[in-house]
């Protein structure tokens, strides 16, 4: 993977146009998460510190190519104001204008990029319009990059660019991890569905040493191997595919860990009755809600023998209380290898996320990417039009 990054550009007296992902959460008019806006900072201050004049490029929600008021990122203003410690200038419309007016120092963001229907559908005249307003393209929206729209992709061929900090760190980490790790590597795949993960999982078994299976996905996998799971979650039209995977998996020799204890329930709901049970013994009119002690144990084992861990998905239904268990102390066990400087740990996607935030692991891991589907898509294997139009 080679990319440039914002060292590798002449920025002094450039308009440098930077795609940003900032579609943060919004109640109320008032921005409630911002993660999105604060991984921005460092590239819009560097390309302040050496002389550009930074215009942001961005979308907001989903309007399908047509202007709806609510979905103005006018709306984040505030917060980016309160990021950046300055004034940001809002462009509603007349583009060439406001960028032209834009003075050094200051910041110019640009109106919902999705306003435009040409956008979405990568036209090379709009991206080339785009690009007349700046010198320079700096793609710092990792999370957008699995798109290939005219803000991530055609734009990239019309302008000198650069990835912006937050890509180029995400980009290095996910190669650290996946692209060329320390061995043994370990993934951990969660989730309800086998079925929307099997180009995941046809990935992972031929990259990685160890790969771990857990939420309503092992579900399946047990059924595969003719293991009553009761009233659970899986998709048991799925066990033939299940079956290949673990074939495929031998071939590779990639060893796949499935719970060996369970956490059952007789309904999926918080403080239900439950208890832990052998793989093999789950009543007719229960659900498995989590992986037990002892598959996390064993999970720990694998973990302290590994160097490399990507992650993604639950072990279990972390949203509620007991049966986030699995996955927490399974994710707590990963951070203190990392603090210890024993594994590299990367994790991606929603629920994950979530999980690695409420268990208090977060903060060791080395890397966790808000990317959602670009991260999934990474990990898939998948070739990205947005950082591969940097290359």
């Not at 980009?171 to 061995?183: D, F, I, K, Q, T």
Request: hydrophobic share 45%; net charge negative; with cysteine.
């Amino acid at each position: 993977m080679t990319w440039k990054t914002l060292d590798d550009m002449d920025l002094a007296g450039k308009i440098v146009l930077i795609r940003v992902d900032i579609n943060v959460p919004v109640k109320d008019g008032i921005v409630t998460d911002t993660t999105r806006i604060d991984r921005i900072v460092p590239t819009v201050k560097d390309v302040q510190a050496a002389g550009g004049k930074p215009v942001l490029i961005a979308h907001f929600g989903r309007p399908k190519g047509k202007v709806v008021p609510e979905m103005s990122l006018r709306i984040v203003i505030p917060a980016l104001e309160s990021a950046f410690g300055q004034a940001v200038k809002f462009a509603p419309d007349n583009f060439e204008t406001a960028v032209k007016g834009l003075q050094p120092g200051e910041i110019l963001l640009l109106e919902n990029i999705r306003f435009f229907p040409e956008e979405t559908e990568n036209d090379a005249d709009f991206a080339a319009s785009i690009a007349k307003l700046g010198d320079i393209y700096v793609n710092d929206a990792f999370s957008c990059a699995h798109r290939a729209h005219a803000s991530t992709e055609a734009i990239a061929r019309a302008l000198p660019s650069a990835a912006g900090r937050l890509m180029a760190a995400e980009l290095s980490a996910l190669e650290s991890a996946l692209g060329n790790p320390e061995r043994p590597v370990v993934a951990v795949v969660g989730g309800a569905k086998v079925s929307t993960k099997l180009d995941l999982l046809g990935n992972l078994i031929e990259k990685v040493d160890h790969l771990v299976i857990g939420g309503g996905m092992a579900n399946t996998f047990l059924v595969a191997q003719g293991k009553e799971i009761g009233t659970s979650l899986a998709e048991r039209d799925m066990a033939d595919t299940a079956r290949e995977i673990l074939a495929k998996a031998k071939t590779t020799g990639c060893a796949i860990h499935l719970p060996v204890d369970i956490v059952v329930a007789g309904e999926f709901a918080a403080g239900a009755a439950n208890e832990t049970l052998p793989v093999d013994e789950c009543p007719a009119d229960r659900m498995i809600l989590d992986a037990g002690p002892k598959t996390v144990a064993a999970l720990k084992e694998v973990f302290a023998g590994c160097k490399t861990l990507i992650w993604n998905g639950p072990l279990g239904a972390f949203e509620i209380e007991p049966f986030n268990r699995g996955t927490f102390d399974a994710a707590l066990a990963a951070a203190a290898l990392t603090a210890a400087g024993k594994l590299k740990t990367v994790a991606g996607g929603g629920d994950t996320v979530s999980a690695l935030n409420q268990s208090g692991a977060a903060k060791d891991f080395t890397y966790i990417s808000t990317a959602g589907g670009a991260f999934l898509e990474w990990m898939e294997g998948k070739e990205l039009p947005g950082v591969a139009a940097l290359g």
